[in-house]
Every structure is written in C-alpha cells, then in structure tokens.
C-alpha cells in the first residue's frame, strides 16, 4: 500500500510526505481464523517513510479482516504494526480501512483505503484513545498491486485448497453482506 503521511496531525488526509509498507498476511489456522468475530491474522513486512527513518521493519504486527465494526452493517479491516523510527524510538501504525453498507460502486475504495495513525510507543489496541499520536496518513492499494496479491494466496498442509475455497467464501460473503441488493445486511 501506498500513499501520504504528515507528522503533527491527528486525522488522516490525502497530502503529506510518501509513505508506504508491504506485508505478508499469515493465518496459521483457516477454521480457527474464520469461527473467531475478530477474524485475526499476523502481519509481518515492513513500512518505508522518510519521516519514519526510511525502510524500517514490523517487530511485530495483526490484521483484523472484517471485524465488527459498531454497526450491523458496517465491517472495520484493522492494522497494527510495531516498528522503530529512524532514531529507534517505538512507534505504532493503527490503521483501518471501513467497509459499510453502501452502493457496489463502494467496495473498491472502502476495500483499498486504509487511513491510518502513528502512535508514540508500542501501544495496545485498548489505549489508542490516549496515546500521543505522531502523525496519521492515508494509503492506498492500487490495481496491479491488488492482482499481485490475490495471486499470492499460499496454503500449505492436508485440505490447503479446501481452506483457500472456504477462505474466499468468508470474504465474497462479508461483501455481499453489506454491498448485496437483498437489503440483509447483519
């Protein structure tokens, strides 16, 4: 993903210095990952931003894939990411792309916009309210690195592609739960 980040701001926006990070996206347990409501995965990779100290790695990093998100019809992809700036001072990426009930015109912005904070310290989930945030951002995933993804889907083990179909079922079905026509959107 790819996009803009300004220190000293609180909301995310569309101008800023560059900004941008590639990860790899593990679920270790398919059936475990889709039975559990915060849907869970590691993120492991790295962020690479000027402001940041330049390329610098995930020390440790999750993914929420269609995660509650306060509303029935409303669904938050989160991201958490631990690393270090430039002067090896801890730092956290909390980001969120929001998926929400709205034309289908809707999926591909709301799928590939992740609009993001750097929060001062490695910082739980529980305590982004009352973390000093550094500076926030806004990134996207454009198409051809969107197609690169998909056909990097990997599994691994007995049933791996039985897992891969009920995997895809889990994130076409969260789709037609809340862009469907049919007005069931829970």
Not at 28 to 49: K, M, P, Y
Not at 107 to 136: K, S
Request: aromatic share 12%; with cysteine.
């Amino acid at each position: 993903m790819k996009g803009f980040y300004r220190e000293g701001v609180r909301n995310p926006g569309l101008l800023g210095d560059r900004f941008s990070f590639r990860l790899t996206i593990t679920v270790d347990d398919v059936d475990r990952f889709l039975e559990d409501q915060e849907h869970l995965a590691r993120a492991e990779g790295w962020i690479d931003a000027d402001a940041c100290g330049g390329r610098r790695p995930v020390e440790r990093g999750w993914f929420n894939l269609f995660a509650p998100g306060g509303a029935p019809d409303r669904r938050l992809m989160r991201y958490r990411l631990y690393f270090r700036d430039g002067a090896d001072l801890p730092r956290t990426l909390s980001g969120w792309k929001n998926v929400f009930h709205g034309p289908p015109t809707d999926i591909w912005p709301a799928t590939t916009t992740l609009y993001f904070r750097v929060l001062d310290g490695h910082v739980a989930e529980r305590d982004d309210d009352h973390a000093p945030i550094v500076g926030a951002g806004t990134l996207n995933i454009e198409l051809g690195d969107f197609v690169r993804q998909l056909l990097s889907f990997r599994t691994e083990g007995p049933g791996g592609l039985a897992a891969l179909e009920r995997f895809a079922r889990f994130f076409a079905g969260n789709l037609w739960d809340i862009y469907g026509p049919d007005g069931n959107h829970t």
